[in-house]
């Protein structure tokens, strides 16, 4: 099962992720999410990857389709709080990684 919270808060959507992001979840970020994104031309997301307990080449995917979305806006997107078992695969995305969203929220705003 999958799940997604958000929040957006000083301009940064915070996505924070819970579950298997598997073909099911992909589905809720690539039909969901990035519409949002677009339509309201968020420049500015933060994946909380705490809670994800697995990620599949789908999932994967979904995070880049969402890159581009924030690229499209020239905006930026970091990964916090990612679990070491998938750092090997979420290294592929070369997105920024930070330690938490605090973190990331201070990087934003340089």
Known sequence: ??????????GILF???KGSLS???SVKLNNYLVPV??????????YNLFELMEIDE????????????IRANKGKIFL???PLEFN?????????????ELTALELIHV
């Open 58 to 69: 789908v999932g994967i995917d979904a995070i880049l389709n969402t890159k581009c979305a």
């Open 15 to 17: 996505a924070r992720l």
């Open 88 to 100: 090997k695969d979420i290294r592929k995305l070369h997105i920024k990684e930070t330690s938490n």
């Open 37 to 46: 994104i677009l339509k309201h031309k968020i420049k500015y997301l933060v």
């Open 80 to 82: 916090c709080e990612v």
């Open 23 to 25: 073909k099911r979840g």
């Open 1 to 10: 099962m999958f799940q997604m919270d958000l929040e957006y808060n000083k």
